[in-house]
């Protein structure tokens, strides 16, 4: 390091570190002890490093090897001091680390603030609040450190008022690793009262595997202190990791404060799952179910999957090996017996063992998410309200599981009040009509399309009921999800309608008459729409439209081709069915036109509103509404 470089500098937060520091001190006030909780964490990862680099350089652990945080409280000078022996900062790494925020996702996180303080709020607690909370409630920030990596003479002050900059210069510091003196600002004190503060720590750091050390109050110590007094120490937490105690051992809140500790979250976990492996494989794991989607879960480079540890050592962040994708949204923990203590990302993706461990895993965040489902409808809801989209990519990614899968999906269907989708599958069938032997559905890609489509006019009619699928994936996900339950999945718009036992054969008769009496119709429709179409044929399946468009069997679906477009990809050309509704009084009309040119224009019509009807763009909708005004002038005239 240069001379320069050693002095004491002023220097700026970057712009996004100020915004952050300025959002934080502003929208978390509500919930101020959580400093305690964020500064603890950083020491016990710093120590977690110092444990990982020492696995390969044991000459690390030759200076202390007593891992241990300590919290001290001086009420005269109104101060609180972290303190950890664990990695510590250099002078850049304290510039760089603290001054800038390097997470992914920032500049998405500032995207999706709203300036609504208390959603604010949890965006932060979302994005990680981290080091920055030390301003919640202090007003002024002394880091002092020495890294694990330097001299004594090389180590770092670093000072901040929370402003737009901070002081660093170089410093010596016998001991190895971090403090971190927050001085309080002035309405503060309560966390000067050492009792508050050691609830508080026990409250974050019980589940911490590394010792909590504060002082001990000395009962009448005041009377008969002497200057030789030495102070002495008590672990305040219980210093065991919290995976490792036996389920019975473990409260739900400790479930959940450990949950916001792995997660960065700061409302509770929807469910979670704690099970101690033995036998081929061993290992522990606690996977939590979260409650609300993180903002950043489309991203593609968003963090995700396990904590890992390996015999209680930690190893990574965000595992991802261990979690198909579809479960992105689990968070939580993996301590493996099996795994060697110098693994790598690299290593993770090609080891049998880890493949074990990811198929047993998914097996049990399935297994949670079913158990939840069958436990409380409710809680389950909000599951599927958050996390429902990022479950419907399961059936295409996780062959094996699909029906799994399939049974946590909910719908909307043709006898829900309203758009949510509450419905399971299950639920679907235990209402079937007798004779009915497939699943039914429509896919469009607003919800009023779908419950509006003339598709569905022949099953209103038998009262059978169907799923009505708008979101986006859905048409991808179907064509993934070919049966459920030893049933076949039937897409209503496709060209051949099989009722099975559900049309009779008077019905049947009917139709083949229908068509007998309408050929003349259809051919003169077809010479009317040219190469529009593939095909035009009376329709079986409507009572209230005029019209509707089907496509092939096995061709692409409508909302496929949309999806694809949209994506920017090119798809063929693929030309639809028109189906006529032979008893509308429009086709009966249509029908009764002699004139030719008039009659390919009233053709042209009904074709286009089928297309509109179920959500489709017309090709040249100006053409079309010139036809309709014209119509329109008629009638006036
Ligand atoms: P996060 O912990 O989510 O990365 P923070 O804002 O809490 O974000 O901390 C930023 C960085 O500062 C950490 O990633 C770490 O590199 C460093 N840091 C914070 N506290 C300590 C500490 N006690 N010892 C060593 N490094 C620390």
Redesign the pocket.
């Known amino acids: 390091m240069s001379e320069a470089a050693q002095e004491k500098e002023t220097m700026n937060f970057q712009t996004e570190a100020k915004q952050l520091l300025q959002l934080m001190i502003h929208s978390l006030y509500s919930n101020k002890e959580i400093f305690l909780r ?1 500064l603890i964490a ?2 016990s ?2 120590i977690d490093k110092l444990r990982f680099e020492a696995l390969s350089d044991a000459s690390l652990l030759s200076e202390d090897s007593d891992f241990r945080i300590r919290v001290d409280i001086d009420k005269d000078l109104r101060t609180i001091t972290i303190t ?1 022996n ?4 250099t002078r850049d ?1 304290a510039v760089t ?2 001054g800038t925020i390097a ?1 992914s996702g920032t500049s998405q996180f500032f995207e999706s603030l709203t300036g609504d303080q208390q959603k604010d709020a949890q965006l932060i607690g979302q994005f ?1 609040v ?3 909370s030390a301003f919640i409630v202090a007003d002024q920030v002394t880091v002092e ?1 020495r890294s694990a990596h330097a001299p004594v003479e090389d180590s770092v002050r670093w000072i901040s008022r929370g402003e737009a900059d901070f002081e660093v210069e170089n410093i010596s510091r016998e001991t190895r690793g ?1 403090s ?1 003196t927050l001085h309080l600002k002035t309405d503060e004190d309560e966390f000067l009262d050492s009792w508050r503060l050691k609830n508080i720590v026990k409250k974050y750091a019980d589940h911490l595997s590394v010792p909590v050390l504060m002082e001990k109050e000395v009962m009448g110590a005041e009377d008969d202190e002497t200057d030789n007094d030495k102070p002495e120490f008590e672990t305040v937490n219980d210093a065991k990791a919290l995976w490792l105690r036996s389920r019975s051992e473990v409260s739900d809140e400790e479930y959940q404060e450990f949950y916001k500790h792995v997660a960065h979250d700061w409302q509770d976990a929807l469910t979670w799952s704690h099970n101690k492996v033995e036998g081929k494989l061993e290992y522990t794991s606690l996977i939590y179910v979260p409650g609300k989607a993180p903002f950043d879960m489309w991203s593609r480079e968003a963090p995700r999957g396990l904590k890992l540890y390996v015999q209680r050592v930690f190893i990574l962040d965000d595992a991802e090996q261990f979690l198909p994708l579809y479960l992105r949204f689990v968070k939580g923990v993996l301590d493996s017996a099996d795994l060697s203590l110098n693994v790598s990302r690299e290593i993770l993706q090609q080891d049998p063992n880890v493949t074990s461990m990811k198929n047993a895993l998914t097996k049990r965040v399935l297994d949670a998410l079913e158990k939840l489902a069958k436990s409380d409808g409710e809680k389950y809801q909000l599951f599927w309200n958050e996390f429902g989209q990022v479950l419907k990519e399961g059936p295409a990614e996780d062959f094996n599981n699909k029906e799994k899968v399939a049974a946590l999906l909910r719908f909307t269907t043709t006898t829900s009040e309203g758009q949510d989708q509450t419905q399971s599958l299950d639920d679907y069938i235990s209402r079937m009509k007798e004779g009915q032997e497939k699943l039914y559905y429509v896919t469009a890609d607003h919800y009023g399309t779908a419950s509006s489509s003339p598709h569905l006019e022949v099953f209103e009619r038998k009262g059978i009921e169907v799923l009505l699928l708008h979101d986006r994936v859905d048409e991808w996900l179907m064509s993934h999800l070919t049966e459920y339950d030893g049933k076949q999945f039937q897409d209503v718009a496709r060209a051949t309608l099989d009722l099975g036992d559900l049309a009779d054969e008077e019905e049947k008769e009917a139709q083949e008459a229908a068509e007998k009496e309408n050929e003349a119709l259809v051919e003169r429709v077809k010479a009317a729409l040219e190469d529009k179409v593939q095909e035009v044929r009376i329709s079986h399946r409507l009572t209230d439209s005029p019209g509707c468009l089907v496509t092939g069997d096995d061709e692409m679906g409508m909302q496929m081709r949309k999806m694809l477009e949209s994506a920017g990809q090119a798809v063929p050309d693929a030309k639809r069915i028109f189906e006529l509704n032979p008893n509308h009084p429009l086709v009966e009309r249509l029908d009764a036109e002699q004139e030719e040119s008039r009659f390919s224009e009233l053709a042209m019509i009904l074709y286009d509103q089928s297309a509109l009807a179920e959500g489709t763009q017309l090709e040249e909708p100006a053409v079309y509404v010139q036809r309709i005004n014209k119509l329109l002038l008629e009638l006036s005239s």
Request: hydrophobic share 35%; aromatic share 10%; glycine share 20%.
């Open positions: 964020e950083n020491a990862d710093a950890d664990g990695v510590g900062l790494e680390h603290l997470k990680g981290g080091f920055y450190s971090t971190v």
